[in-house]
């Protein structure tokens, strides 16, 4: 859909986001049975928003308010040469799934990589997520088959 005619708008997320932001991660890290919350949150985002050299955190934005938004970060792996972009979080508002955000903001991280050279972005999904999975799919990721161990300290 061309930008003219959409219902929203994609931009870098700003200090005054903040609240819709960690509200929407309240959600998000419910579902994905995270032990942190969404004031947890809050200063990684505050972080990414005053240091872009650390991520990205865009928002989709419609005139009564943001509605979605998109977190990735930078790092740098020998594996494929340099600097890579890891998309981290992706949530869309009930009221708005299906109307195109997600792939808005999936694209607008996609330009940011191209932007800095990067030539790799990966994003892990959690198992049974068809609906990100397929939106991933679409947007010419393709699935690796590696196991993620992780420590919780």
Sequence with gaps: MPASIRAFNIRPAKLN?????????????NKMHAKATGKAARNVFQRVIKDSEIGVLLVAEHKAGV?????????????????????????????WR?????????????????????????????????VIERMLDSSGFDPEHRTVWGLQL
């Design 17 to 29: 986001d903040l609240d819709a932001l960690c509200e929407f991660a309240d959600e998000f890290l």
């Design 98 to 130: 299906n109307k195109g955000v997600a792939a808005s903001l999936i694209t607008a991280v996609i330009e940011k990589a191209k932007q800095r050279g990067i030539r790799r972005i990966s994003a892990e999904v959690h198992a049974g997520n068809a």
């Design 67 to 95: 509605c979605a938004y998109a977190y990735a970060t930078y790092e740098w792996r020998s594996e494929f040469g340099g600097e890579t972009l890891d998309l981290v979080e992706l949530f869309v508002e009930q009221a």
